[in-house]
């Protein structure tokens, strides 16, 4: 089974940047499509980006588009999610979400997840 491990979230202000980061267990992540998801309090989980095994092609949500960056160091066994410009509405626990055939919006599609991590922007 794989295992995904987030870091990075914390407090920023608004108009600030974070990046977080998702460790994927075993020596087969470069097999795996990877995404990102959000929840915010009172929502069901959100679509935020995804990305192929390959890095070659990037989806994002309409709501993070121009301000999210999505990347992956498959050496490093690492997917980013790199937040700028953030608002207030960012403020959510992000998830990371691997599977082998990605690029799904619904959070059912995706195999397997990480914990989250908390993400707060002040305004």
């Known amino acids: 089974q794989v295992q995904l491990v987030e870091s990075g979230g914390g407090l920023v202000q608004a108009g600030g940047s974070l990046r977080l980061s998702c460790v994927v267990s075993?020596?087969?992540?470069?097999?795996?499509?990877m995404g990102w998801f959000r929840q915010r309090l009172g929502n069901e989980r959100e679509f935020v980006a995804a990305?192929?095994?390959?890095?070659?092609?990037?989806s994002y949500a309409d709501s993070v588009k121009g301000r999210f960056g999505i990347s992956r160091d498959n050496a490093k066994n690492t997917v980013y999610l790199q937040m700028n410009s953030l608002k207030p509405e960012d403020t959510a626990v992000y998830y990371c979400?691997?599977?082998?055939?990605?690029?799904?919006?619904?959070?059912?599609?995706?195999?397997?997840w990480g914990q989250g991590t908390q993400v707060t922007v002040s305004s």
């Open positions: 979400a691997a599977d082998q055939g990605g690029f799904s919006a619904a959070s059912f599609d995706w195999d397997y």
């Open positions: 990305i192929s095994w390959s890095g070659g092609s990037r």
């Open positions: 075993g020596r087969t992540f470069s097999s795996y499509d």
